[in-house]
């Protein structure tokens, strides 16, 4: 009789404030089952729901939606006094808490993935670990705890890889270094590379699916124009362009203390430790004096525009890349003063001459008002209206501007929403597209935001699609991810570009 009044006893008060319920995401001592039995039936029914009913639209809808806690006739019936309850309750709760604190603090000193992670992760996926895994990590828990459930099971499984190291071997689907398909590849740039007046025309052709980590460095100075086709006047030209970058260093740098370029040069001394904080190459001092003299040289000899922040992301590609050509191992961990004081000279002239070929392409971004990024902002939501009428209207009904969002993205090149080595792979194929950074961006970009359209539509408050536009989770993709969003962007710049006004209604 006993036992079956304390069956009914739990039955009833399950809901009860404070009764034992399994908590997610907390270590608890195993509860026991026949108490448990019908909690699980409960929330067994519950789960049946589906998702979008469970989402209340308003305050009001989830009020009424909501069963209270304090039931009248569960005050009325039970007995809070009685000995059984007090002395189960109170001995559950206090090995519950007791065991929550010990995993906690066992946690706080050895920070630790847990066993089950990592057994998740197929065989054939090698986990790479580096400098800046714990601190990804530590925002992949807070993302998870911030962002919906539904939003963190879109993305797959990924093994750990690094946010530069080996730029051409990474693709987030693991797949090997090195193909026979990429062996072929590599053999025919280096013999377009090595011809003695290289075609650039077949160059771009074989560079746009990407180039190979070997060859890169070579390549991008021809695709850029700094370096000439022919093969012997490279050597010439590169010594008499950064011996005149070096020229430009004696000639300006001095003045960086003089009251009228006080400012550029403090804005850039304030920005640099900002550029790529998780990498620990940007945090080298010796690295950071380097972008100080190019952004600075740079703003002096561009007066219309001078130094814009954003400007601070456009050297890191290219520094990352030439420095590739003498290191072998992880870029991103690697100390700059084991470089001979020539290789670093080399290095930094290179990805001088090379950040203005493009800057010269894209200098309207950066001249009073930018008036380039208002007219590429304004293209871009005219293409989206075209393409995806059901995201623009859902811009429009929450008053989402596209300027709040996709100015960055203009501004940048998207080098804030993806990681550094997708932006390089990016790279690959905008200098093998005419005006690519002026003119297929604005395609890469439309392609980029239909990519998400799922979780656009899924935010229904103007607060959560900037917060979702402006945090996109990408942290893991690679050359697969860029390869399929490159790809959408030629579809659409097929269907567009030659068609100006299918951009109007």
Known sequence: MAAENSKQFWKRSAKLPGSIQPVYGAQHPPLDPRLTKNFIKERSKVNTIPLKNKKASSFHEFARNTSDAWDIGDDEEEDFSSPSFQTLNSKVALATAAQVLENHSKLRVKPERSQSTTSDVPAN???????SDAQLSRNSSDSCLRNPLHKQQSLP???????V??????????????????????????QLLSSHNTDLDELRKCSWPGVPREVRPVTWRLLSGYLPANTERRKLTLQRKREEYFGFIEQYYDSRNEEHHQDTYRQIHIDI???????PLFQQPLVQEIFERILFIWAIRHPASGYVQGINDLVTPFFVVFLSEYVEEDVENFDVTNLSQDMLRSIEADSFWCMSKLLDGIQDNYTFAQPGIQKKVKALEELVSRIDEQVHNHFRRYEVEYLQFAFRWMNNLLMRELPLRCTIRLWDTYQSEPEGFSHFHLYVCAAFL?????????EEDFQGLLMLLQNLPTIHWGNEEIGLL????????????????????
Not at 125 to 131: A, C, L, N, T
Not at 158 to 163: A, D, H, S
Not at 273 to 279: D, E, G, K, S, V
């Open 273 to 279: 430790p900002r550029t790529n904080p998780l990498i």
């Open 157 to 163: 499984l990924r093994p750990i890889i690094p946010l």
């Open 486 to 505: 490159l790809a959408e962007a030629y579809r659409l710049k097929y269907m567009f570009a030659d068609a100006p006004n299918h951009y109007r209604r």
């Open 450 to 458: 239909i990519k998400w359209r799922k979780e656009i539509l899924d």
């Open 165 to 190: 190291a080996r730029i051409s071997d990474q693709n987030a689907s693991g797949a090997p270094p090195m193909t026979v398909r990429e062996k072929t590849r590599l053999e025919k740039f280096r």
């Open 125 to 131: 996926y090698k986990v790479i670990k580096s400098s």
